[in-house]
């Protein structure tokens, strides 16, 4: 059955610190990995997308990394601002071809306190 | 400026009433998606189109109607809603399915008394 998992659920770190999201999957055929990131209320915004080829992408303050072979990607955000406070989702593109079917993870709730 | 729109943004209905959630996009995208999102659990896609009159079920489909008439709209249709599609629900768009990025909209929060 593909699968995404996501840890921690939820997460509070002060303001400036670093952080570390991680995302276990179980997805065949893997196409893709992507990170999300949704503020409350509102529609999730892409923050990266890596293929099998790609074992690191940065995005700002964001860096994706992802271990094929053990299946784990993890996002790390970089001196965190009240404003990253908001849920982190990891989301694994399966499918080779035509229609690549998108399975989400539930998602780490950060806040970022001052 | 590139984006997803969808109306209306938040509705309180009863059961039974039939209502549309429309879903726009700018972006001349071929895959447009929708989606439910609720507490705890992850986005569950409810349908999807790989273009103009192509549509097929995702995950969770029952109670749910769409169409794709034209390639820049996307609605959704519940015939008769009941209290479990309380929830929020999410429209999306990509220029096809795969490795393209998914351009989501802001959501409409839709609550079924």
């Known amino acids: 059955k593909n699968q995404v998992e996501q840890s921690p659920q939820s997460l509070i770190i002060l303001e400036g610190k670093n952080c570390t999201l991680q995302?276990?999957?179980?997805?065949?055929?893997?196409?893709?990995l992507r990170w999300y990131k949704q503020d409350t209320g509102r529609g999730p915004v892409s923050l990266t997308i890596?293929?099998?080829?790609?074992n690191t992408k940065s995005n700002g303050r964001y860096t994706a990394t992802l271990d094929a072979d053990t299946k784990q990607s993890s996002l790390h955000i970089t001196a965190s601002q009240l404003s990253d406070s908001a849920s982190y989702i990891c989301?694994?593109?399966?499918?080779?071809?035509?229609?690549?079917?998108?399975?989400f993870g539930a998602g780490t709730r950060l806040a970022v306190h001052p | 400026e590139a984006q997803v729109t969808q109306n209306p943004r938040y509705l309180i209905t009863v059961t039974g009433k039939k209502l549309t959630v429309t879903c726009s996009q700018n972006?001349?995208?071929?895959?447009m998606s929708w989606y439910r999102q609720d507490p705890g659990l992850g986005l569950r896609q409810i349908y999807y189109?790989?273009?103009?009159?192509?549509?097929d079920k995702g995950d969770v489909p029952e109670g749910y109607k769409v169409s794709r008439k034209e390639k820049r709209n996307f609605p959704l249709i519940l015939e008769s809603p009941s209290p479990n599609q309380t929830s929020l629900y999410f429209c999306?768009?990509?220029?096809?399915?795969?490795?393209?990025?998914?351009?989501f909209g802001p959501g409409t929060r839709l609550t079924v008394t």
């Open positions: 999306a768009s990509s220029l096809f399915s795969g490795g393209y990025e998914q351009y």
């Open positions: 890596m293929t099998f080829s790609e």
């Open positions: 989301v694994v593109s399966a499918g080779s071809g035509g229609y690549n079917k998108l399975i």
């Open positions: 995302c276990n999957y179980t997805v065949s055929p893997f196409s893709n």
């Open positions: 972006m001349n995208h071929e895959y």
């Open positions: 189109s790989m273009n103009v009159e192509v549509t």
